[in-house]
């Protein structure tokens, strides 16, 4: 199995930066790519950012070139840095990583999420 743990989140004003962390923990070779998601109180959870582990990584359009994400292979650890926030980015940010996991027939795909971390952007 495999545990994230997310840290970083807080209140910052319109255009200022934060950076969430979120760090992985036991079956961690397994972990094929991680992501960071953004849920609005009744809204869907929306991909924000995601990284694989050759390095390839993807980042939506309503936060290129403010966002970027980045892997610490060493810690096992995922960061989210964000600039120029908005108060759009408002939200719980959460952290998922897809791993394969081994299983008797065959490498079972699972998805493992963090906590979430709150973030708020006054105007």
């Known amino acids: 199995q495999v545990q994230l743990v997310e840290s970083g989140g807080g209140v910052v004003q319109s255009g200022g930066s934060l950076r969430l962390s979120c760090a992985a923990s036991g079956a961690v070779s397994y972990i094929n790519s991680m992501s960071w998601y953004l849920q609005v109180p009744g809204k869907e959870r929306d991909l924000v950012a995601s990284?694989?582990?050759?390095?390839?990584?993807n980042i939506v359009d309503s936060v290129k070139g403010r966002f970027t994400i980045s892997r610490d292979n060493v810690k096992n650890t995922v960061y989210l840095h964000m600039s120029g926030l908005r108060p759009a980015d408002t939200g719980v940010y959460y952290c998922?990583?897809?791993?394969?996991?081994?299983?008797?027939?065959?490498?079972?795909?699972?998805?493992?999420w963090g906590q979430g971390a709150q973030v708020t952007v006054t105007a």
């Open positions: 998922a990583a897809v791993a394969g996991l081994p299983m008797l027939t065959k490498t079972h795909d699972v998805t493992f």
């Open positions: 990284v694989t582990t050759v390095g390839e990584t």
